[in-house]
């Protein structure tokens, strides 16, 4: 049979010798390098983030770094940073592809490659990979890179930020790889290029030449590596850095039963009506160490911008597996080392040009983690994660100041950060970046000093997260005022049905959804000094639906009987000063059974408003006396009657 | 009353069958398995993307090629020859 690398003798078995055969360097050496790319990488990234003017960087750590060894190692990528694993695991690819597509022969000391074709390299147009090639002696030994979101690369909508793009034209500059520096000097075309195109460009530019400093910051941590361990060594630990994760990825493969496991997730709808569902589907096929993950049978592209590449489906799966199966050990390119991915062309998770445009990836990219989730639940037991929010239900508003400035948020005033899912480990966090970002949130300081916004809003939503022994993190609500008019884009794709799945007996979060209140004939905040209701349903009558299943009468979320409302029914909002948008994200998903938690477990989530007293008896069997408004403190749990109705759950068949 | 959504159809990728011919020229040990059992179809992994022939029964890989930077991706510059 065909050598494959599959059966070689584990690391940790290797005498010395064979160790140093294997990786030209002893152990200690490996490990010293293995950690030392982790620290250029994120001493790369940590300054950028210190130094960087776009609030995308600055503010959302919108940007990853990694390192990938040379052309004649097909491109091992041995390292990424700790920040956006949504790039991270597309820079695999995107340094390849760039590199062989420009020739490898052809780059010299002192350039810069750049890239952001999501088909060629992943992601969305606006985030530009610039790679630089690493010399020793003439030699090109290794590839640093790091990609980040530039605020703009141009298309029909500022900042980019729209699931209502119909094609690649509409999406931004498209850049093949090309050089942005050369010689250590800055190609003017290739700047000229993308600021004739793209808007914001007194932040880029900035932006682009910390970039470029960061890069050079890696190339001489790097440079510094070659010099005292030498170069055999340094590419040997490169080999070593991704055999780890791919020596872990396939004993955590082979410990799954073999077998075929299947799942599936959808997208409510695109951008240009509410009459087409898309479904990702997912047929997992393990035998032995290997896995064969097929998303045959998924929906065709979509034909607005939801669509992802198929670099980020590769990355979804990468993570997903990570989750579930080995969560230990690194990620980078060899965790794939025994995974092959079975992907169409023109689906929605691997959409092709000019038809098929990408720029809301991750709306796909997160149905394919959960599509994997839900396939391999049943194959990893109590290993299971709950579903997060699913969605970014990404909210961008531009508009201009008095003054004639022009503004604008990104990602910073929708439903852009929410709950995790339960794991066997205890209950999810409520609030931050879902399963494939590592983002920061920005601050509501910043908003308010930047932009002419008021954050009124940024709070939990009781009864809204998944029950389970192990709770789901609650919805987050978010209520943005605008103080002047404005335009914006709103994306929340997923609130038909909850992302948050319940897993191992948990339940589902609850869904999502997204209002605007017009201060005129609304609720105007300014005027009332009040903040507009949560749960009063009666609140949400003057309100104006962008996305949700929803009351058609009160228009409050009702997600037995509501209707859908389909976010693209407005691809541009106007609003009025003083407009408010209000964001639901999806709650997460519980683990385990809500019947078997704690009484004081739940307790705690009653004074702490995570659960209503109502929720606690009907949907963990607890009786909680007291006012967790007016006295928290003064909570109880009355056992007798606790024991009482779990009991009569029991007898029912629930519990 | 308007019908509800629908969901887009699916896509799949194309299994091709191999011959036993072709198997004995790429020098694959079949172990005994009929040349049925073998599929050839191109799939995405650490590397980048490859053609490979599996047996189906097993999920044995018992050949690997490179394929093309971009797999099943076709860019809009593709074909133009510019001179």
């Known amino acids: 049979m065909t050598d494959l690398g599959v059966g070689k003798t584990p690391i940790k078995e290797l005498t010395d010798a064979e160790f140093e055969a294997r990786y030209n360097c002893d152990r200690y050496t490996a490990t010293v390098l293995s950690n030392r790319m982790r620290y250029i990488v994120e001493h790369m990234c940590t300054n950028l983030l210190h130094h960087a003017f776009s609030l995308i960087l600055r503010d959302w750590y919108d940007f990853a770094a990694t390192i990938s060894g040379p052309a004649s190692m097909n491109y091992p990528m041995s390292t990424v940073s700790n920040s956006l694993v949504l790039f991270s695991g597309a820079m695999e690819h995107a340094v390849r592809n760039a590199v062989e597509e420009y020739g490898p022969e052809n780059l010299k000391p002192g350039d810069v490659l750049m890239v952001n074709d999501p088909y060629r390299a992943g992601n969305h147009v606006n985030d530009i990979c610039f790679i630089r090639p690493v010399f020793h002696d003439d030699q090109l030994v290794t590839f640093v890179a790091l990609r980040a979101h530039q605020l703009d690369m141009g298309g029909i909508v500022p900042a980019g930020f729209s699931a209502t793009k119909k094609d690649v034209y509409e999406t931004g500059l498209v850049i093949p790889p090309m050089l942005a520096y050369e010689n250590d000097q800055p190609v003017q075309h290739s700047f000229h290029l993308i600021f004739n195109n793209a808007r914001y460009c007194a932040l880029l530019l900035p932006d682009m030449i910390t970039i470029y400093q960061n890069l050079l910051l890696g190339e001489r941590l790097m440079k510094e590596s070659f010099e005292r361990y030498g170069v055999d060594a340094w590419l040997g630990a490169i080999n070593y850095s991704v055999d780890v994760p791919a020596e872990s990825m396939a004993a955590a493969i082979k410990a799954l039963p073999d077998g075929v496991y299947e799942g599936s997730d959808l997208v409510d709808a695109d951008g240009i009506d509410d009459t087409l569902e898309y479904e990702i589907k997912v047929k997992i096929t393990k035998a032995g160490e290997r896995l064969e993950v097929d998303f045959s049978g998924t929906s065709q592209q979509a034909r607005t911008s939801i669509n992802a590449g198929v670099f980020d489906t590769l990355t979804a ?339 | 009353m308007t019908d509800g959504p629908s969901v887009a159809p699916g896509l799949s990728v194309e299994r091709e069958d191999v011959s036993e011919d072709e198997l004995r020229e790429l020098g694959v040990d079949t172990s005994g398995a009929p040349a049925s059992d073998f599929k050839r179809y191109p799939v995405l992994s650490e590397g980048g993307w490859y053609i490979v022939i599996k047996n189906q029964k097993t999920m044995e890989t018992v050949h690997r090629k490179k394929w093309t930077l971009l797999g099943p991706i076709k860019l809009v510059t593709d074909g133009l020859h510019i001179a």
Request: net charge negative; charged share 20%.
């Open chain 1, 317 to 655: 799966t990468g993570v997903a597996l990570k989750y579930v199966l080995d969560p230990k050990t690194a990620f980078n390119s060899g965790a794939y080392r025994n995974v092959d991915v079975v992907l169409p062309g023109g689906t929605i998770c691997s959409a092709t040009p000019p038809d098929g445009p990408v720029f809301l990836y991750w709306e796909a990219a997160q149905p394919v983690l959960l599509a994997i989730f839900k396939a391999l639940e049943p194959a990893v037991g109590e290993n299971a994660v709950g579903g997060d929010y699913g969605s970014l239900s990404i909210h961008n508003g531009h508009g201009v100041l008095p003054d004639g400035t022009p503004w604008v948020t990104v990602a910073q005033c929708g439903g852009e950060h929410g709950p995790w899912g339960a794991t066997k480990s205890g209950d999810a966090d409520s609030y931050g970046g879902f399963y494939m970002a590592n983002n920061l949130d920005p601050a509501t300081e910043a908003i308010e000093s930047e932009l002419p916004i008021v954050v009124l809003r940024k709070e939990y939503v009781p009864d809204t997260a998944g029950v389970g022994y192990n709770r789901g993190g609650a919805s987050v609500l978010r209520d943005s005022m605008y103080l002047t008019e404005a335009h914006h884009t709103s994306s929340p794709v997923h609130t038909k049905r909850s992302s948050g799945a319940g897993v191992h007996g948990g339940k589902d979060g609850r869904n999502g959804a997204t209002w605007l209140f017009s201060a005129e004939g609304g609720f105007d905040v300014a005027q009332r000094k009040d903040l507009i209701p949560v749960l009063d349903p009666e609140a949400y009558r003057q309100s104006t639906p962008v996305s949700g299943m929803l009351d058609p009468d009160t228009k409050a979320i009702d997600v037995e009987k509501g209707e859908y409302f389909w976010f693209g029914a407005n691809p541009l909002w106007h609003t009025k000063s003083n407009d408010v948008f209000r964001y639901i994200t999806c709650g997460g998903g519980g683990w385990g059974n809500p019947y078997t938690r704690e009484p004081e477990r739940v307790l705690r989530d009653v004074r702490d408003e995570y659960v209503s007293i109502e929720a606690a008896a009907r949907d963990f069997g607890v009786i909680i006396t007291g006012d967790p408004q007016k006295d928290p403190e003064g909570l109880s749990i009355d056992e007798a009657a606790t024991d009482a109705r779990r009991a009569e759950l029991r007898n029912a068949g629930m519990a």
